[in-house]
């Protein structure tokens, strides 16, 4: 049995430099792992870090899932929205202030200040406490390595006050920052558009509370920003208020109307509606329940999706009012923007991503999680900036098929370019001579038919293998590749159970640029492909003939007349030719003219076999 472990895993742990998506509603964290970015969760939800802070009466300020659920109940000592009010001052956030339940006023330097139980706060002493738990959320993620570096990203339109009170909250939180990176920039680094050499993007970002849209420049893998557009209160939370409307309209003909002010029974109808568009993205209907106030009664209420998007028609249309105004600042044509990347949680709506589609005239990378793509691409960038390479593709496809070398150099494709990962697949092979007790296999990745033009990933040899005539061993090779894009090709034999193995990185080392070269060069050489790819076939079955022949001739030369014994000769010499040329036509010639010469031979063969079959029944009965 052999186990053959290739060291072609030999990458090398980057220090531990993460993406932080420090956001409005929530704030997310991914750290790099296994040759990809990957958002961590804190500990016990599968949720993100809510951008609140509460204090309570006394202790520790407490961040995130909890401080949000107090906000419910202790507005005034819940902060939240701070990104709202970094590096501005009070004049100019007077309208937002007036939406938000705590206290602030102007400090020193005009910095707006928050009162929160005596205590003076500054939006960057807020937003540092929001870090300090995106940091412990990674270093519990990490295995205990405490954070130090980080990415942290910011909307494009934030101006230099704006990113450097950010700088500033990251340094209170003892976090060096390895870059302040544009949220658009972020996302469009997670689909990998930096490789690209030159193009547009542009980035539709619809968040809770803020719709966001920037057309990028790409040039030789960096992003320009060209125009920002959007609206800093339009968001999901206006898309559920149309359900809220709705419901309070309805609800007002049968309740007492001063039931339906209560805060609770508001907040309870908030949630309801939220709920309820989430679902109305997976389903066509949804169901919207609430218990009316002061008694037992359950208010239902169907929704259709095509209302709720009669509903919504507005919003969706002011966002494409900015997207025109951003494509004008930009001197851009829709036609003259490439790529479109949809980020925030309300991009799931389909009606959403079809009004984008419409727009833009192409279709929107949806691949990625759009709550989480900014944060994915933040670690990419983190990465790179602590020397990692990018030269891995983040997508979570095969982007090149994977396959075996067969005997004579053609290409078995086991798993097919595009498979979504993880994924499997199982491919039965068997020995090529008579009493073979081992096969060597090559793992090869590429599209193209004949192994020396794909890439090898690997071999290795399952040995132990009993000796027996060919093509009777039942060798099954498994390749599996898991969710982090690590494959592993298992042969096992299976009258013997004898098993070998090895692991690679099918990725590992190609660029995007890479596999679009290797795609490219496969659909040119397809013709030719397909030609040398028979033609090895041929060699192949050829040789197996070859080897057949001599076999059949050694024991039946006696039994046939010289003339058949001349032609046989001739059609093998004529076939060992035509493999020397491996013209495909030739070599099927020569196949063809071969089999017509052995088929006397193959008939005496018969024969023969036949009366020794009866011959040892005959023995095995006496
Ligand atoms: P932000 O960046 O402002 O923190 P997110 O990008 O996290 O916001 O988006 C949050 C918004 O997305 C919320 O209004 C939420 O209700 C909405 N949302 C989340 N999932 C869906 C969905 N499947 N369909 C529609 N809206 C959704
Ligand atoms: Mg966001």
Redesign the pocket.
Known sequence: MGFLQLNVLNQIEPLAAVGIDL????SLVAVWENGRPKVVHPEGDNGYVP?AVYFPADGAPIVGKEARERAVFDPEHTIFSVKRFMGRGVTDVAEDLKGVPFKAHSGKNGVIEFDVRGRKLTPQEISALILEKCGEVAARATGGRALQKAVITVPAYFDDAQRQATRDAARLAGIEVLRIVNEPTAASLAYGLDQKKQGHVAVY??????FDVSILAIEDGVFRVLSTNGDTHL???D??RCLVGAALTELSHSVDPRKLDDPAFRQALRLAA?KC??E???YPEAEMHIQIPDSNVQWRRRFTRREFEVLTKVLVERTLHSCRRALADAKLEPSQIDEVVL????T??PAVRAAVQQFFGREPHTKLN??EVVALGAAVQAHVLSGGTRDVLLMDVTPLSLGLETVGGAVAKVILRNSTIPCQATEGFTTYVDNQTAIDFNVLQGERELAADCRSLGRFRLSGIPPMPAGLARVAVRFHIDANGLLTVTAKEQSTGVTARIEVQPQNGLSDADVQRMLANAYEHAKDDFAARRAAELVTEIGTMLRATEKGLAEAKPQLDRETILDIEDAMKNARNACEGRDARELQRARDAFEKATLPLAAVLMDNFAKKALTGKVIGEV
């Open positions: 956001g409005t509603t929530n951008s970002d619809l968040g809770g509370g803020t968001g999901g939370d898309f559920d939220e568009k989430i109305l993205s997976t980020v925030g949680g309300v799931r709506m759009p709550d």
